[in-house]
């Protein structure tokens, strides 16, 4: 089993700041298969990059995605307030599939 | 634009079991691997497994003694069957097309 460690656990920071949230796997993952999502509270998640470092359709563009191998990096370049949320990484191309266990991005 | 709904009970009993039903709209249940994926009150995401519209199916091992997913496609549907269910087992459980088209979810509260 692939496991994805998520750092930070929680990441403060204010609006219009720069936020990196790192995903370290245990062994390599097929970067086609890697993807971000986004959760708020009672919601779903929301796929925002797919493949590593494609945006989903809907994605703003300060959202980026970045990495290969075992280490994996979304960045949000200017924080919004609607960005401040739970962040999960997935790796869906070795079962069973795996998550982090979430970022949390909270206000500072 | 695909969409997924969570349909079953909302509470099962200890030692019963689980079962939900997900209905695919907006497209064919053919062609994809359908999954179940879910999440603890206030906790993380765990993949429970998912099944390809052959019928062919992976499972977590973790859960894989008492999962059961299958797929109609004659309806437009797959199903998750989990037995011998405890408290550990409650959550939010999502039907999830990965990594595009998510469920809304739907919890279901395992008590007595």
């Known amino acids: 089993e692939i496991v994805l460690t998520q750092s930070p656990g929680t990441l403060s920071l204010s609006p219009g700041e720069r936020a990196t949230l790192s995903c370290r796997a245990s062994q390599s993952v097929t970067s086609t298969y890697f993807a971000w999502y986004q959760q708020k509270p009672g919601q779903a998640p929301r796929l925002l990059i797919y493949?590593?470092?494609r945006r989903a359709t809907g994605t703003p563009d300060r959202f980026s995605g970045s990495g290969s191998g075992t280490d994996f990096t979304l960045t949000i370049s200017r924080l919004e307030p609607e960005d401040f949320a739970v962040y999960y990484c997935?790796?869906?191309?070795?079962?069973?599939?795996?998550f982090g266990q979430g970022t949390k991005v909270e206000i500072k | 634009q695909v969409q997924l709904q969570e349909s079953g009970p909302g509470h099962v009993k200890p030692s019963e079991t689980l079962s939900l039903t997900c209905t695919v709209s907006?497209?064919?249940?053919?062609?994809?691997?359908w999954s179940w994926i879910r999440q603890p009150p206030g906790k993380g995401l765990e993949w429970i497994g998912n099944?390809?519209?052959?019928?062919?199916?992976n499972y977590n091992p973790s859960l894989k003694s008492r999962v059961t997913i299958s797929v109609d496609t004659s309806k437009n549907q797959f199903s998750l069957r989990l037995t011998s269910v405890t408290a550990a087992d409650t959550a939010v459980y999502y039907c999830?097309?990965?990594?595009?088209?998510w469920g809304q979810g739907t919890l279901v509260t395992v008590s007595s």
């Open positions: 999830v097309s990965i990594p595009d088209y």
């Open positions: 997935q790796q869906y191309g070795s079962s069973p599939e795996t």
């Open positions: 907006g497209g064919s249940a053919t062609g994809y691997y």
């Open positions: 493949s590593a470092s």
């Open positions: 099944v390809h519209y052959s019928g062919r199916s």
